[in-house]
């Protein structure tokens, strides 16, 4: 897969987008899980990208609830899929306070191996092709390059 560093991906003709918007209770990954599966079906993903995407996004929408919104189930995490030519993008947001993307530890140095968590965001950066955070960390946008989408 190819990944593009530091650059901003440019999609061609936007094709279509959904959104889904759950409280932050951890029980509703099972909603975000059929909203993929869903996708998955009506978009033709491939498999071999759809592994990628499912647990890129839900460790992500994990985040949003645990992280972000403290599992406050008065506070909601919405997920938007877009849809392009040769792209799927989604965006992950939170109704937290944010954190600092920018200085993370190393989830693979030698002192945090034995750690519990911690690999969320590095899982995510190595399954999706680009990764970009906004609005204080509030916001994660998750696009995977796919070939033409046959909708």
Same mark, same amino acid.
């Given at each position: 897969?190819?990944?593009?560093?530091?650059?901003? &991906?440019?999609?061609?003709?936007?094709?279509?987008?959904?959104?889904?918007?759950?409280?932050?209770?951890?029980? %509703?990954?099972?909603?975000?899980?059929?909203?993929?599966? %869903? @996708?998955?079906?009506? &978009?033709?993903?491939?498999?071999?990208?759809?592994?990628?995407?499912?647990?890129?996004?839900?460790?992500?929408?994990?985040? @949003?609830?645990?992280?972000?919104?403290?599992?406050?189930?008065?506070?909601?995490?919405?997920?938007?899929?877009?849809? &392009?030519?040769?792209?799927?993008?989604?965006?992950?947001?939170?109704?937290?306070?944010?954190?600092?993307?920018?200085?993370?530890?190393?989830?693979? @140095?030698?002192?945090?191996?034995?750690?519990?968590?911690?690999?969320?965001?590095?899982?995510?950066?190595?399954?999706?092709?680009?990764?970009?955070?906004?609005?204080?960390?509030?916001?994660?946008?998750?696009?995977? &390059?796919?070939?033409?989408?046959?909708?």
């Amino acid at each position: 897969m190819k990944k593009l560093k530091n650059k901003t &991906y440019i999609a061609p003709k936007k094709m279509e987008s959904i959104t889904i918007q759950v409280p932050s209770l951890l029980e %509703n990954i099972r909603i975000i899980e059929s909203f993929i599966d %869903n @996708a998955k079906e009506q &978009y033709h993903i491939n498999d071999d990208i759809y592994g990628n995407i499912v647990v890129a996004i839900t460790e992500s929408v994990n985040n @949003a609830i645990r992280h972000g919104n403290k599992e406050d189930r008065t506070k909601n995490v919405e997920l938007s899929l877009f849809l &392009y030519d040769d792209a799927i993008k989604f965006i992950i947001r939170d109704e937290g306070e944010g954190f600092n993307y920018q200085n993370l530890p190393n989830p693979v @140095a030698p002192e945090n191996l034995e750690k519990i968590g911690g690999r969320g965001i590095f899982l995510m950066k190595q399954l999706s092709d680009e990764i970009h955070f906004r609005d204080e960390g509030r916001e994660v946008e998750l696009i995977f &390059y796919v070939g033409a989408l046959n909708g």
